[in-house]
């Protein structure tokens, strides 16, 4: 048994392991040796070079492609201006004008469709397309207020790449409400939105925003760095919160930052920009920035309906758990049906859970039972805006913990009971039950225990079989 | 790209203890000129169930690397499976024609 194996991680050797402990090693032993003659069990199969890469037993490694290839007359491209996508490459005068043509009929047959709305190249479509096209070639991850500012380049084989409405000569997008949140819902799956919510600017919710954002009378908004202020127009906006997720650490060690919290900021810095790039192609204003250009995230987070208010002083999805890293936000006049807060009993269970506080190794996060009003003078605490019932998190205790020694800490995350992988259908049973018995809530933490959830395994994420990590580290049963 | 996906045969595995139980049982009832009465076959359907979901919280535990987890539930749903299954089968035992 290999040093891997021992660790019993959910690798093809621990399939093999688990085969095994059934006796049906044998049986399968002999399928391979059936289809593939080469290997007599297993262990032969991982020990082959294959191995490495696992790749499927009907791919064979060979030593050419099964393309031929004329190494002695390879030609070498002069450089990069010399492939298609270059008129240089074209040939003359007359290659350059053939190219031209093309570009024109480009031009005139993709406003035709987004004229037509035909199904596939319509406006959203293309808006779409223009977002994800965001982050090809230099540009900066952090948006600006009402950026990113992209100019197209004439080179693409796209020539109408990042066109608005203007250009194609036809009206901005428009929908019901209703229909312009299902279209958002689609396009932020596309662009690394786990989950989506949107919150309307009142009298209430504007107070959620960050003290420099201010309201004016003017058509459209800026930012201006003299009076330190970002100006929003006086005008009808709604709020696109975006759940960011991130990886759940389970392959690694629990509070690794190679493969979790990091990767997800990167990720919603990307999320961000595309977003406004999509909505830039609808016609419609967007404002934004980075993870920090909005206001408080947990706040319109819970007003949107993705998670509830949990113990840690952050927020617990029904589905996501902790598992998150951040809301990002994008403040926007396309008209939105706004989202409902949720009730899945998450506030109750954290009342008898406390497995956060009780994990979390600087002692940051309240273990009280009842949620409290916070009876700290004002400006004790300039990292902590008062104004709900809840359980404060001690913040400066867990930040100077991370700064003072422990590089990072995601504990509260990876214990938190709703922070799971989604592959047992149990997890649900137990959301359920949260949900409409919160008498069991009690019994179902101790269980959580029982069944080893949270608990350092000591895996070391660099020696797991590579296709045994999700993609991004998301896990692909529920992200 | 993944080599082989497993968990088909896992769950292939499940039907096949259920389909070969079934079919025994039906065979076993057939030859002895027996019907089961409806507390027996509550208890054989109810512990069915309960052997899916014992299989399905078993595969998916394991494919979240919660090897404990996997365990624990073989524990928690394999001891209510059991007590249904001896529940239902001394039932029949004691209704068996004596030879």
């Known amino acids: 048994m290999t040093k891997r194996s021992k660790r019993f991680y959910h690798s093809t050797v621990s399939r093999r392991d688990f085969m095994r402990f059934l006796g049906m090693g044998t049986f399968v032993a002999a399928g391979g040796k059936l289809i593939n003659g080469p290997f007599k069990d297993l262990d032969e199969m991982m020990a082959s070079p294959m191995a490495e890469r696992k790749l499927p037993f009907w791919v064979k490694e060979v030593d050419e492609p099964t393309v031929q290839i004329d190494w002695e007359n390879m030609e070498i491209y002069p450089h990069m201006g010399m492939t298609l996508f270059n008129p240089n490459s074209w040939g003359g005068e007359e290659g350059i004008k053939q190219w031209m043509e093309i570009q024109k009929r480009n031009i005139d047959s993709t406003t035709e469709a987004v004229r037509n709305n035909v199904p596939g190249q319509s406006l959203k479509d293309h808006a779409l397309a223009d977002a994800q096209c965001w982050g090809w070639g230099p540009t900066s991850i952090e948006p600006s207020w009402t950026g990113p500012n992209l100019e197209p380049n004439p080179m693409w084989e796209h020539p109408t790449m990042l066109w608005g409405p203007e250009d194609f000569g036809v009206p901005k997008y428009e929908g019901t409400p209703e229909e312009n949140s299902r279209m958002l819902r689609v396009a932020g799956r596309i662009l690394g939105a786990a989950d989506m919510g949107f919150v309307k600017l009142d009298e209430r919710t504007k107070k959620l925003l960050y003290g420099d954002i201010i309201f004016e009378d003017v058509e459209k908004g800026y930012e201006d760095p003299e009076r330190h202020v970002k100006v929003l127009p006086n005008k009808d906006l709604w709020v696109i919160c975006a759940l960011i997720p991130q990886a759940l650490n389970q392959y690694g060690y629990r509070r690794s930052w190679g493969n979790s919290n990091t990767a997800a900021y990167s990720r919603a810095g990307i999320y961000s920009n595309r977003i406004k790039v999509f909505l830039n192609g609808l016609g419609y204003q967007h404002y934004g920035g980075g993870t920090a250009a909005v206001g408080r995230a947990v706040g319109f987070g819970v007003m949107a309906g993705l998670a509830e208010y949990g113990r840690p002083g952050i927020m617990v999805s029904p589905q996501y758990g902790t598992n998150f890293r951040t809301v990002m936000l994008t403040i926007t006049d396309l008209p939105l049906a706004v989202t409902k807060p949720i009730d899945a009993g998450i506030m109750n269970f954290c009342r008898a859970c406390k497995k956060c506080a009780e994990m979390c190794p600087s002692g940051a996060i309240s273990t009280s039972k009842e949620p409290q009003w916070a009876d700290w003078a004002d400006g004790e605490k300039p990292w902590q805006a008062k104004g709900i019932k809840g359980w404060y998190l001690d913040a400066k205790k867990c930040y100077s913990y991370m700064l003072g020694g422990e590089p990072d800490c995601n504990m509260c995350q990876a214990v938190c009971p709703f922070s799971k992988f989604d592959q047992a259908v149990m997890h649900d049973l137990v959301r359920m039950s949260i949900s409409s018995t919160p008498a069991l809530n009690g019994i179902l933490r101790k269980l959580d225990d029982v069944f080893g959830y949270g608990k350092e395994r000591g895996t070391d994420m660099w020696d797991l079989d590579p296709m045994d990590i999700p993609l991004f580290g998301l896990d692909t049963s529920r992200s | ?99």
């Open chain 2, 1 to 99: 790209m993944r080599p082989i996906s497993w968990i088909w045969f896992w769950y292939l595995l499940i039907g096949y203890f259920l389909g070969a139980g079934s079919v025994y049982l039906w065979h076993f009832l057939k030859e002895r000129k027996m019907r089961l009465v409806w507390y027996e076959w509550i208890l054989f359907i109810l512990s069915g169930l309960t052997f899916i979901f014992l299989g399905q919280t078993f595969i998916g535990s394991y494919g979240e690397g919660e090897i404990q987890a996997a365990w624990m539930s073989v524990v928690f749903l394999g001891i209510p499976i059991t007590l249904m299954m001896v529940g239902a089968l001394r039932s029949l035992s004691s209704r068996l024609p004596k030879a």
